[in-house]
């Protein structure tokens, strides 16, 4: 989907290395999955003290598969069945005003070569939500079919609403298509967007989550979800059978998982354990780790993949703490590099004492995060 989305990320404080700049403008009424979302995963910033990370990789084998709307133009299946694609989210419309033209054709032809779809809608929540759930509805014929994917509510649009408001009309349409429908639908975010212009509301955590995070991490969810079910992880993929750039997504579990899902018997997989992405260290650190941030000083655990704050080290599995500088007659932060008053070696605080060698800029504890030479 074009101008596409970037991920969000579960974060709580002031201001993160990573926050969306504005948003595109793009061509009115006609947003694709991704469109409204601009956040990346890799922020490179960040950590304990100022963001919060929920990151959870998939729980084993993933699957394959694509999102798709009348840009991609002229699909070849067969080449795309034969790249490994085993599903296809396709655009029903952009809200009311703009109904794809390619959707009844896709939606076709996927079924016919064997690949699994599924319905997604852009949401535009200063339209008539009824009219655009009804607009889902009628497209799938006024029923829900077995093998096909839950339809999607593409959340990536505010309308300059308030997140509160955003978030009812989001329940409205998620209540309306489901009694039509039988099946309980997807939601498709961003985590920013989700913290920031819905509010963050924990109803939804019944709904699968299709994340939007483009990054060569594990995505970061938005509260409430702990586990996802889709993940967009790319904007910039090639199928063959497409000319161009395409949106690629991933399934959480195998083919058989994904056939189950599509027949409404999915079995639900607890979360794998979570990390925490920690800019002190600068590298993810498991659950139960305490790291003393370099941005505050303050100390903090690592728990159900979000910083929280500790008054001390109890309970902690690993405990990485600012080392004392002689040379510098302070503490410094983990990864801090100093060459000694004493004999004039480079050292490194790697979280517990001073290491060496330090050659290059780097040190045992990775990249020197500063560094203080006599």
Known sequence: MRSRLFAL??????????????????TADDGTAGAGLNESGDTGGG???????????????VTKGMDISYYEGTVNWTSVKNAGIKFAFIRVSDGTGFHDPKFASYWADAAAHGIIRGPYQFF???????????????????????????????VEADGGLAPATVAARVRQWVDRVHNALGVTPIVYTGK????????????????PLWIAQYTSLCPDLPAPWSRWTFWQNTETGTVAGISGKVDLDQFNGSLADLQAFAMGSGTTTEPPPTTCASATMDKDEPDGTCVQAASDGAMY?????????KSGTSGCTQTYSWCDSATLGTSVPPRTCVQAASDHIWYQCNGSTWVAPVSSGAGPAGDCSTMHSL
């Open 301 to 309: 655990q690592c728990s159900a993949g979000m910083w929280v704050a």
């Open 192 to 207: 920013y967007f989700w913290r920031d212009e819905v509010g963050g509301p924990t109803s939804f955590v019944s709904n």
């Open 9 to 26: 990320v579960f974060v709580f404080g002031s201001a993160c290395v990573g926050d969306a700049p504005p948003e595109p403008t793009g």
């Open 47 to 61: 950590g304990e003290g100022n963001n919060f990370y929920a990151r959870v990789c998939a729980a084993g084998e």
């Open 124 to 154: 535009r929540p200063t339209q008539g939500i009824d009219a655009q759930a009804d607009l889902m509805i009628s497209s799938l014929g006024g029923h829900y079919t077995p093998g096909d994917l839950p339809p999607v509510i593409d």
